[in-house]
């Protein structure tokens, strides 16, 4: 009986692993994780398990931002990169 209880338990544990991203998604502007609440973005977008199968965006940083769409923080994260790119060539 007491085996049968310490597998219910593991089984909640790794249940509760494997939620954990959409309890707590991380954001992919700013890398911090915060409840679901607190975000505005929330998509799976590949099959994958954990926090690699979601992109998420919270509220702060769709405000900060601008964005309303995944569509928009791909923009910004090429903006971004560009802009690196030029400040790095500028140095040279
Ligand atoms: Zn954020």
Same mark, same amino acid.
């Given at each position: %009986?007491? =085996?049968? %209880?310490l597998? !219910?338990i &593991?089984?909640?544990i790794? +249940?509760?692993?494997? #939620?954990?991203?959409? +309890?707590?998604? /991380?954001? *992919?502007?700013?890398?911090? $994780? $915060? ?8 998509? *799976?977008? /590949? +099959? @994958?398990?954990? #926090? ?10 769709? =405000?900060?931002?601008? +964005?309303?769409?995944? $569509?928009?923080?791909?923009r910004? @994260?090429?903006i @971004?990169?560009? &802009?690196k !790119?030029?400040?790095? /060539?500028?140095?040279?």
């Amino acid at each position: %009986m007491q =085996r049968l %209880m310490l597998l !219910i338990i &593991v089984f909640f544990i790794i +249940l509760f692993f494997l #939620y954990l991203p959409e +309890l707590f998604p /991380s954001c *992919a502007c700013c890398g911090k $994780k $915060k409840p679901r609440p607190f975000f505005r973005i929330h998509r *799976a977008v /590949s +099959l @994958s398990p954990g #926090y690699k199968g979601c992109r998420s965006v919270c509220t702060r940083c769709c =405000r900060k931002h601008d +964005l309303n769409d995944l $569509k928009d923080l791909d923009r910004l @994260s090429q903006i @971004s990169r560009k &802009v690196k !790119i030029r400040r790095l /060539s500028d140095d040279f």
